[in-house]
Nanobody, 126 residues
Framework: QVQLVESGGGLVQAGGSLRLSCTASGRAFSTYTMGWFRQAPGQEREFVATISGNGQNTYYTDSVKGRFTISRDNAKNTVYVQMSSLKPEDTASYYC???????????????????WGQGTQVTVSS
């Protein structure tokens, strides 16, 4: 089993930047594909970004391309998402997730991630 803990959320003005971190337990972090999802009140949890175990392959939802960057430091068992040019519509609770799946066609689907963090709130003011 994998335990994930997010941090770094907070309040930021539109146009600003924020970096979220997610630290995983265990010794097998580098074997997991990691993802970031977000959920606004009353909305479904949606895919944001994913990164392969070795960090070489990344994928983003269209709405964050060019603004968000996912990365990982396997020595620290940590995955990050650097969020820039933030918009009020980015306001949500952000969750990191882990899966052994590597098939790119399904990594945007939350159902393939068995491990989830508790979430960290990001609020972007106008």
């Amino acid at each position: 089993q994998v335990q994930l803990v997010e941090s770094g959320g907070g309040l930021v003005q539109a146009g600003g930047s924020l970096r979220l971190s997610c630290t995983a337990s265990g010794r097998a972090f580098s074997t997991y594909t990691m993802g970031w999802f977000r959920q606004a009140p009353g909305q479904e949890r949606e895919f944001v970004a994913t990164i392969s175990g070795n960090g070489q392959n990344t994928y983003y939802t269209d709405s964050v391309k060019g603004r968000f960057t996912i990365s990982r430091d396997n020595a620290k068992n940590t995955v990050y998402v650097q969020m820039s040019s933030l918009k009020p519509e980015d306001t949500a609770s952000y969750y990191c997730a882990a899966t052994a799946v590597t098939s790119t066609r399904i990594l945007k689907t939350k159902e393939v991630y068995p491990y989830w963090g508790q979430g960290t709130q990001v609020t972007v003011s106008s």
